[in-house]
């Protein structure tokens, strides 16, 4: 049937895309061989663009491209989560759709996915009320109905293409005022530490306003 003719399909991609991993593998690491300057690490994903495997891998290169800020945007994050009993939170770059940071518990794939979805409609629904989908005062709050819990996610965007994504459950929102008040503090870490950057690149520690 066609599910049958769509999983030969998949698998046959699936292979020929491993064996071009192994021959971009293998140049890379003879033209490596044969430069006497260059001495590099790497790592390669195998990725499609048909699913979320793209974003997974350009968050981890993301991760790598500013590893002296991450430690303090996940401490930042997991503050957040404790504080309020999230379940997850991200701090994710709109547009791309990767993650920039995420709490120190965070490796449910599945919830990754589920956010950028909803950023996604998010973005699509903003974009017919304005030109700018996403300002200063942007925020939004969502019930996810599953089987037998409601989940939440709240969103809240902080500038330079920044959004803090909140997943929690819904028996949490009685302490809503609380909560907003904790994501603003957190917005408020967030900007200090993009401030102490832009006015010292060649930063070693970085210290940034945790939600209290």
Known sequence: GSNAEYGKQWYQRRVRGEEAQKMIEKYIRDELLHSAEIRLNFKTWLTSVYEYTIFHALSDVNEKLIDYLVPTFEDLLHRLKTTCCMDTTLLMDVSAKCYIAKDNDFN??????????????????????????????????????????????????LGNNLILVCLLQESCLKDRGIINQNIRQFA?????????????????????SPPR
């Open 108 to 157: 449910d794939h599945n919830k990754y996915e589920m956010c950028c979805d909803m950023l996604d409609l998010y973005t699509d629904i903003a974009t017919i009320y304005s030109q700018q989908p996403y300002d200063d005062e942007s925020y939004s709050c969502v019930i996810l109905q599953h089987v037998t819990t409601q989940e939440v996610m709240l969103t809240k965007y």
């Open 188 to 208: 408020q870490g967030i900007r200090q530490v993009l401030e102490v950057q832009v006015e010292k690149p060649a930063l070693g520690k970085i210290e940034g």
